[in-house]
């Protein structure tokens, strides 16, 4: 299974909020250090707040940072969420496939989909950031740590 490119950014962005303390990055800042589009930085930061798992804090000092919520956030969790409930394979595309009304290969791909979440589920974004990781996004951003806060 692939993960969309608006996923894969959206945990980008979760582990570096994670890292991070007193230096709140901007959306800018975070793009820079993912060496990512602000554009498309910007939709994923939208898309994190409006679940709660990220927050923007204005003023002076002000910038993005993780709730609670999105450091203890299950990392299958936001996958199926940011990925949706569709089928790995499209069954009905344009042209729909003649199997698609008895097929048992459709039925074991959406076990395997199930599978690979379940396989995320135990782990939380704040795991995400213990070392080695942590210590690497710290190196490329800049900043003080929080990463492996209970
Ligand atoms: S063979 Fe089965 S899984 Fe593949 S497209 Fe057809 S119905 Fe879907």
Redesign the pocket.
Known sequence: MRLTRFTDLALRVLMRLAVAEEDLPTTRDVAATMEVPYTHTAKVVAKLQHLGLIEARRGRGGGLTLTPAGRAASVGGVVRELEGAG?V???DGTVA?P??SA?I??GA?RRAQEAFFASLDPLTVNDLVAAPTGPLLLGISGGSTGAGRP
Do not use: A
């Open positions: 089928d394979v499209d069954c496939c199997l698609r097929c290969l459709r791909l």
